[in-house]
């Protein structure tokens, strides 16, 4: 892959979902991961929450015995993920806020608010040699933070964007956009590289994809979603085809 290239990783968080609204081992996580692994993802994207209501300790140690390719493994900044983090040593840690009672994440990390906390808390990991992503929104304030804290990786939150996109607002669609390029251009300024994503889908994924410092998208919902209708390998490899052609016509 060149530096040209846009990085895509699979979240299958919600494979897990369908599998525990059974409380059984099927549909297996893992076996979704290398699905898509062989669909074209450059990586594979888990999120171990504290409730552990989709993915399990179990599927992190299975995904890390199973993949060829990075494991970004989500967590929120506290001492139990870190733990667990630390024991793996996955390829990337990307810290996100987590809420008990929110059906998905609904923001980016209040960085500037809890910096010196942050600090502390990713120094380890950064030892560890995992590469430590920041989940925040497109505020320049956060994006300063972050990189004091001594984060390698941003990745900018497109929620807003695509559910604007969605609603038809396109006036504010437009202006979420402006800003996530803008602030895509600033990080990339500051030497951390720059990663996207959230509710992206066919519909909305090339603007950002053709932005020329994003080198990642994690993408998940809709692609496990859109698997129901054409299968998983169809679903990523209709995906990565449009991130390819958003970033040759750029």
């Not at 060149?2 to 895509?8: A, N, S, W, Y």
Request: aromatic share 4%.
């Amino acid at each position: 892959m060149t530096d040209h290239q846009l990085r895509l990783g699979v979240n299958i968080d919600h494979v897990a979902t369908v599998r525990n609204a059974r409380g059984g081992a099927y549909p297996d996580p893992v076996r979704a991961a290398k699905l898509a692994e062989e669909a074209g993802a450059d990586g594979i994207t888990a999120h171990l929450r504290e409730d552990r209501r989709h993915i399990t300790d179990t599927d992190i140690d299975a995904l890390m015995e199973a993949l060829t390719v990075p494991l970004n493994f989500e967590m929120a900044a506290t001492d139990e993920m870190q733990k667990i983090a630390l024991r793996h040593k996955p390829h990337a840690v990307c810290i996100v806020p987590e809420k008990r009672e929110e059906r998905t994440t609904e923001g980016g990390l209040e960085v500037a608010r809890e910096e010196n906390r942050l600090a502390h808390f990713i120094a380890p990991l950064r030892d560890a040699g995992c590469r430590v992503s920041i989940f925040i929104a497109a505020d320049r304030k956060q994006i300063d933070a972050a990189h004091r804290i001594g984060a390698e990786v941003i990745e900018l939150h497109t929620g807003a964007y695509c559910d604007y996109h969605a609603e038809g607002r396109f006036g504010d669609r437009d202006r979420e956009l402006e800003a996530l390029r803008d602030m895509s251009a600033y990080a990339h300024s500051l030497g951390l590289e720059v990663h996207a994503g959230h509710g992206l889908t066919y519909d909305c994924v090339q603007p950002v994809a053709a932005f020329p410092e994003v080198r990642e998208l994690n993408i998940g919902h809709f692609l496990i979603g859109e698997a129901i209708f054409r299968g998983l390998t169809p679903a990523v490899q209709e995906m990565r085809r449009l991130m390819d052609a958003a970033r040759e016509q750029g």
